[in-house]
């Protein structure tokens, strides 16, 4: 219905799945015949299938723009960037990275994080390439939602700050183990907005430091969900500003949310 440019998967597509629906899953977004993004959520490598075979799967297909390093050394398995360019010079630069999945700390298991090395490497993209106005995509949330959303409550659910509403448990986003620098690091390097996946019936988009921190909108019932919560987040690019970009969430129960 939206006719995109280019669709991004931020994650979690994949849970205790076999070979049989990865091929079907990345046939499908093939069919489309629209270029398509993809990075790692926690679940996605819980399947019957070698640790790389997602990544070879989807290099495979026609309209897919991820790429996988095989022999980068970097941790996770999507350390990658997209260049939008208009008139041969960059207006947009896409950061897909693999916020990875599970820290094991003693006894249990928590969330993981996007390691240094990764950051690092954006920091090289953004000395080598240089800066422009730039989104990054990845699944695990950062700390800075939990600030941000608390900000919102604070103000009143001030519209001119942010809209939706955090429904998981506590209204809480439910990070990596631990604080990083990610936030700063993707703020230096001209990233305008995140946008991550994870948290089922979060919902929120919130100005936050001069960065909008979003979730996309749960695109399937599988597993928890709320039913006026299934669809997917629009991302309207403004060609002639590159300092804007417009939101919107497509319903599939309703026309808007």
């Known amino acids: 219905e939206a006719s995109p440019d280019l669709i991004v998967l931020t994650g979690d597509i994949f849970m205790e799945a076999n070979t049989t629906y990865v091929d079907e899953t990345f046939n499908f977004f093939d069919s489309f015949n629209i270029p398509f993004a993809y990075t790692y959520g926690n679940h996605d490598l819980q399947g019957v299938y070698d640790v790389n075979y997602i990544a ?3 290099m495979d297909a026609k309209n897919s723009v991820y790429i996988d390093y095989l022999d980068d050394n970097l941790f996770g398995q999507a350390n990658y960037y997209i260049n939008l360019k208009k008139n041969g010079e960059v207006k947009y630069r896409l950061y897909v990275i693999d916020s990875n999945n599970y820290h094991r700390a003693s006894y249990y ?3 993981d994080v996007i390691h240094e090395e990764q950051l690092e490497h ?4 953004a000395r080598n390439e240089g800066i422009v106005p730039s989104l990054a995509f990845f699944h695990i949330p950062l700390e800075e939602y939990n600030d941000a959303y608390k900000l919102h409550e604070e103000s009143g659910f001030d519209p001119s700050i942010g809209r939706g509403e ?3 448990k506590d209204n809480l986003a439910y990070c990596g183990y631990k604080e990083t620098e990610a936030f700063e690091i993707l703020k230096s390097v001209g990233v ?3 946008f991550v996946g994870h948290d089922h019936i979060n919902y929120t988009d919130i100005l936050y430091q001069d960065v909008v921190l979003s979730y996309g909108v749960k695109s399937t019932p ?3 969900h709320d039913d006026d919560l299934i669809g997917y987040k629009l991302i309207t690019l403004n060609s002639s500003d590159n300092s804007s970009f417009g939101l919107d969430n497509i319903s599939t129960v309703a026309k808007s949310v």
């Open 56 to 58: 070879k799967r989807v």
């Open 109 to 111: 298991f928590d969330y």
């Open 122 to 125: 954006v920091k090289d993209i």
């Open 166 to 168: 955090n429904r998981e």
């Open 192 to 194: 305008k907005g995140i």
């Open 222 to 224: 599988e597993i928890y």
